[in-house]
């Protein structure tokens, strides 16, 4: 059963418009979330996080909402950018575990030039 | 500073082989992480360590799963006998332990093979 879900494995969007993905979870333990961003041969590489304390965060042109009622988050990106292309993997963490996340499966986001 | 340092990077083996994919963490990090990226589950946490230390294998999938920490800067994620469904990108990852989160660094991956 998977907690975390990110339900669209794929997404275009056109250079300069908005990409929004969304992540939805389950268990309302969860307190922290993260985005990763993962290019093709290497390692996903954290952008962005947003405690549940909180439902908004941004950090430049990327902007985490959280949705506690509705358990869900999403990540904007505004203006898109061809080198913004990846997979990008929402994570989670249950309160009191300071180390352990659950990922979703990613959404590959490719930005057309 | 080096990163996560994974080997191989590439990997392929013949069903029923012993594979043995090593990682080593960045220096004065004292949490490693192993996960597994399939299609189907994305990326899935493994196991953990803390200070050299397991405190989590619940996401080991079989006992043909193990994997070992002999000191701080060195890890190894071993499958024996190796299966066709063992076919998957393999992350090590690490990171500061504390009380609050600290960030995790992945390591480029490896990818396994199984034939």
């Known amino acids: 059963d998977q907690q975390v879900k990110q339900n669209s494995p794929s997404l275009s969007v056109q250079e300069g418009r908005i990409s929004i993905l969304n992540c939805d979870y389950t268990?309302?333990?969860?307190?922290?979330f993260l985005w990763y961003k993962k290019y093709p041969a290497e390692g996903p590489t954290f952008l962005i996080s947003?405690?549940?304390?909180?439902d908004k965060n941004e950090d430049g042109r990327f902007t985490v909402f959280l949705n506690k009622s509705a358990k869900h988050l999403s990540l904007h990106i505004v203006p898109s950018q061809p080198g913004d292309s990846a997979v990008y993997f929402c994570?989670?963490?249950?309160?009191?575990?300071?180390?352990?996340?659950?990922f979703g499966s990613g959404t590959q986001l490719t930005v057309l030039p | 500073d080096a990163g996560v340092i994974q080997s191989p990077r590439h990997e392929v083996t013949e069903m029923g082989q012993e594979v043995t994919l090593r990682c080593k963490p960045i220096?004065?990090?004292?949490?490693l992480f192993w996960y597994r990226q399939t299609m189907m589950r994305g990326l899935e946490l493994l196991i953990y360590?803390?200070?050299?230390?397991?405190?989590?294998d619940s996401g080991m999938p079989e006992d043909r799963f193990s994997a070992k920490m002999p000191n701080a800067s060195f890890s190894t994620l071993k499958i024996q006998p190796s299966e066709p469904r063992d076919s998957a990108v393999y992350f090590c990852?690490?990171?500061?332990?504390?009380?609050?989160?600290?960030?995790?660094?992945f390591g480029p991956g490896t990818r396994l093979t199984v034939l």
């Open positions: 990852a690490s990171s500061r332990s504390g009380n609050s989160y600290n960030e995790q660094f």
């Open positions: 268990n309302s333990m969860f307190d922290y």
């Open positions: 947003i405690s549940s304390i909180k």
């Open positions: 994570a989670a963490r249950v309160s009191g575990s300071a180390r352990q996340l659950t």
């Open positions: 220096s004065g990090h004292n949490s």
């Open positions: 360590f803390n200070n050299n230390v397991p405190i989590d």
